[in-house]
């Protein structure tokens, strides 16, 4: 099935050290998106691909990076993770950008 | 809008009764609208769209209203099980200057299913 996947699906990482989470779709969607999402609250958008188009909000912290090589790869860079960076990232794809979002089931990210 | 607050706004239903879940939003140039449902440990999960052409749209066992005069939006299960336990996000899209869509999310309805 087409889907959206996320690696590793629990990663833990110490405070400062920079920290990778991986996203793969094999959708063909023009559109990625990554979200931070934290306990009893929405998804919060980061930052997005629009193809190779890179699109960040404007309240995404330096520390969050990304990368795109692909169509079908995505990947967040978090330089220098801090205790409040703990939280489940979420990955996503569309068509367009005006099509519904497709999930990935995201990546629980804890800092010690 | 901004998400606030460490505990969501809570419905609890008997198994097999009807929900209806709420959300207002912000803005007014909104023109498409999504519910999502969120199960624990998982990415939220597309259960039905609106587009602002239309006040009413039916799925399987879901509706969804939207009354742009107010702008409010509603999901209605009908019949709820326990499947149904997860947490509802509602979300709505809009243009921005850029010409690029934002998608901004709801707070988030927990929907508890008593057996």
């Known amino acids: 099935d087409a889907m959206v996947i996320q690696n590793p699906r629990y990663q833990v990482t110490q405070f400062g050290k920079p920290v990778t989470l991986s996203c793969s779709q094999t959708?063909?969607?023009?559109?990625m998106y990554w979200y931070q999402q934290k306990s009893s609250q929405a998804p919060k958008l980061l930052f997005h691909y629009y193809d190779k188009d890179f699109n960040n909000e404007a309240d995404t912290p330096d520390n969050f990076q990304s990368r795109r090589p692909n169509t079908s790869f995505c990947f967040l860079d978090i330089r220098s993770p801090g205790l409040g960076d703990a939280a489940m990232y979420l990955c996503a794809t569309s068509t367009l950008s005006n099509q519904p979002q497709h999930f990935g089931d995201g990546t629980r990210l804890s800092i010690l | 809008g901004e998400n606030v607050g460490l505990h969501l706004p809570t419905l609890s239903v008997q198994e097999g009764d009807n929900s209806i879940i709420n959300c207002a939003y912000s803005?007014?140039?909104?023109?498409?609208f999504i519910w999502y449902k969120q199960e624990s440990g998982k990415g939220p999960q597309f259960i039905i769209d609106?587009?602002?052409?239309?006040d009413k749209r039916q799925g399987q066992r879901v509706t969804v209203l939207l009354n742009k005069t107010v702008k409010h939006l509603s999901l209605q299960i009908a019949a709820t099980q326990p499947g149904d336990s997860a947490v509802y996000f509602c979300?709505?899209?809009?243009?921005?200057?850029?010409?690029?869509?934002?998608?901004?999310f709801g707070s988030g309805t927990r929907l508890q299913v008593q057996p």
């Open positions: 803005n007014s140039a909104s023109d498409y």
């Open positions: 959708l063909n969607h023009n559109v």
């Open positions: 609106i587009r602002s052409n239309m």
């Open positions: 979300a709505e899209s809009y243009f921005m200057d850029t010409g690029r869509r934002a998608l901004t």
